[in-house]
């Protein structure tokens, strides 16, 4: 009796604590365009949670919310994309993008040496 009293407790132990994080990947969860630049006359102005990109690593989609694709027709519309990673890079609606993580924001680009775009995004909480 002395000896499955102590596995009897670590059996519920385990059971009731909370199940890690499922995805390790930094990418999974909600983001916040901040800052959309590529050579054009003028930046687009966005304010805070006009744009959500949200990552869903589990099932590799991205669900995109953007409540101002009228006004600024050449960022990404909103509507769910099948979405691929390989090293840095990341494929979706077609496109190939490289992709990075800096100072805990989330920067997508595709040749900005040579004026393409440059998305930052913040992680939404």
């Given at each position: 009796?002395?000896k499955?009293?102590p ?8 059971c009731a604590?909370p ?14 365009m ?15 949670g ?7 690593t589990?099932i590799?989609k991205?669900?995109?919310a ?6 600024y027709?050449f960022i990404?519309?909103s509507?769910?994309y ?5 090293n ?5 609606d077609g496109q190939?993008f490289?992709y ?19 998305i930052t ?5």
């Open positions: 009796m002395k499955i009293l596995i009897l407790f670590l059996a519920v132990l385990c604590c199940k890690p994080n499922s995805s390790d990947n930094p990418l999974e969860g909600k983001w916040e901040k800052n959309y630049s590529a050579f054009m006359p003028e930046r687009p102005v966005i304010n805070s006009e744009i959500i990109w949200t990552f869903n589990s590799n991205l669900d995109v953007n409540q101002i694709e009228d006004k027709t990404q519309k509507g769910t099948d979405y691929t990673t390989n840095d890079k990341i494929t979706f190939t490289d990075r993580f800096k100072n805990g924001e989330l920067i997508i680009s595709d040749k900005p040496e040579l004026d393409g775009p440059m995004f913040k992680r939404v909480e």
